[in-house]
């Protein structure tokens, strides 16, 4: 967001982020003013206690836990977004997707306002399942019928965030059907950065629905030491399991056990949440840091194995780099759904690692996309898409050009 904000500039706007206080210090190193909101309910230090909670979860569990986070997060837009709006006087908003209830508030207001997704993009039309599902694309009634009933028992989990929507509408008479998911999404445009070339095919999409491309700026990354030095040349597994879901010294030690071979090497990328020397056994020439300068890393690898979250699985395809995927929650495995649809990398359900078959199971898929190049020609296809499309600038001059036509004086 931080990286379409300052190309909106770039577009003489005026740009301010409006967000929970705790990302004042990364909107304020990408130099871009911050408008606060909702910290009666999220005081200091309590969103990121929630995600190291939510590092040490996976499956079902997470997917709740996230749920009832965003439950809280919109409660914080409804109640507090109203103050904010007025007081910072915008003309218009652009919305994170997932960022429910300020939508409410800004269509209460009159504002026009955008939608964009950062996260795998939510489809509702039963066309295809929705993004926290591992199902395979199935055309026809069948497939139709599944990812409908996926929908409902998705919305069912999601009930206390309908609930504050409903009691929201109610209080101010704004005449939204909450329980209808299209009818507060944005009629001016929705934006993905997901490619094209890496979603299942459909045309039920709106005209205002946009494919874009990764909304990448490189000179927004904060400088990260790394060891240079040590990188031997040979080819090169990187292995990261994002900043969310990283608390799993299980996972981290069969990904160690599977790829480390001779004649290769090894980076993981292991997060703030877990210890590196709890790992397990580690040949010499395997790197383990906290983080990484994942773009340049990525630039050296011949693999990339992954949680699947939609950002690291948009650099390796924007690096050329196949990947080894093991989704754990939220729409990772989607994500993996569509990594295997583009055949730009192998799936490793989570469930394989949990028992005595997980490096088996997880080497064999390491081998077979290192040593079969359909992995990397699929994955180079999309690569050349990315380039071709340069998301972020597609996507800024979409914002501006729908805005500028949004808030023109009668």
């Known amino acids: 967001m931080t990286a379409l904000a300052r190309k909106l500039r770039e577009h003489d706007h005026e740009v301010f982020f409006l967000c929970l206080a705790e990302a004042e210090p990364m909107v304020r190193s990408a130099g871009?003013?911050?408008?606060?909101?909702?910290?009666?309910?999220?005081?200091?230090?309590?969103?990121p206690r929630r995600l190291r909670t939510l590092s040490q979860l996976s499956g079902a569990e997470a997917l709740q836990f996230t749920v009832n986070l965003f439950a809280d997060v919109c409660r914080a837009g409804l109640e507090d977004g109203e103050r904010a709006l007025r007081e910072s006087r915008p003309d218009a908003l652009v919305l994170d997707a997932t960022t429910r209830?300020?939508?409410?508030v800004a269509m209460?207001?009159?504002?026009?306002?955008?939608?964009?997704?950062?996260a795998l993009h939510f489809d509702v039309s039963g066309h295809a399942p929705l993004c926290m599902y591992d199902w395979p694309h199935q055309p026809g009634p069948e497939g139709y019928a599944r990812n409908i009933e996926g929908t409902k028992a998705f919305f069912k989990m999601a009930t206390p965030i309908v609930a504050l929507e409903r009691d929201y509408v109610a209080r101010v008479g704004l005449p939204v059907d909450v329980e209808n998911q299209?009818?507060?999404?944005?009629?001016?445009?929705?934006?993905?950065?997901?490619?094209?070339?890496?979603?299942?095919?459909?045309?039920?999409?709106?005209?205002?629905?946009?494919?874009?491309?990764?909304?990448?700026?490189?000179s927004l990354r904060p400088p990260?030491?790394?060891?240079?030095?040590?990188?031997?040349?040979?080819?090169?597994?990187?292995?990261?399991m994002g900043t969310l879901q990283n608390g799993s010294e299980r996972i981290f030690e069969a990904i160690a056990a599977a790829a480390q071979a001779p004649g290769r090497q090894l980076v993981l990328s292991v997060g703030k949440n877990l210890d590196p020397d709890k790992i397990g056994t580690l040949s010499p020439n395997t790197i383990v840091v906290r983080s990484a300068p994942q773009l340049e890393v990525l630039k050296r690898a011949s693999l990339c194995i992954t949680h699947a979250g939609l950002n690291t699985a948009l650099e390796s395809l924007t690096a050329g780099v196949p990947m080894v995927a093991i989704p754990v929650t939220n729409?990772?495995?989607?994500?993996?759904?569509?990594?295997?649809?583009?055949?730009?990398?192998?799936?490793?359900?989570?469930?394989?690692?949990?028992?005595?078959?997980?490096?088996?199971?997880?080497?064999?898929?390491?081998?077979?996309?290192?040593?079969?190049?359909?992995?990397r020609e699929n994955t180079q296809r999309i690569q050349q898409a990315i380039e071709r499309t340069k998301g972020l600038e597609m996507a800024?001059?979409?914002?501006?050009?729908?805005?500028?036509?949004a808030v023109r004086p009668a």
Request: hydrophobic share 40%; aromatic share 12%.
């Open 101 to 104: 209830g300020l939508n409410l």
């Open 396 to 405: 800024a001059g979409l914002i501006d050009r729908t805005l500028r036509e």
């Open 224 to 240: 990260v030491d790394f060891p240079w030095d040590k990188l031997t040349g040979e080819p090169l597994i990187y292995a990261s």
């Open 331 to 375: 729409d990772q495995p989607g994500v993996g759904a569509r990594i295997a649809h583009t055949g730009t990398g192998v799936v490793v359900p989570l469930k394989t690692l949990a028992g005595e078959l997980a490096v088996p199971k997880l080497r064999e898929a390491i081998e077979t996309v290192l040593a079969d190049g359909f992995y």
């Open 32 to 47: 871009l003013d911050f408008v606060p909101y909702g910290e009666a309910v999220f005081p200091a230090g309590e969103y």
């Open 182 to 218: 299209m009818s507060h999404r944005s009629k001016l445009a929705q934006l993905t950065q997901t490619p094209k070339e890496f979603d299942f095919p459909g045309d039920h999409w709106p005209a205002h629905f946009h494919y874009t491309g990764p909304w990448h700026d490189p």
């Open 108 to 118: 209460h207001l009159n504002l026009p306002f955008i939608q964009v997704s950062n």
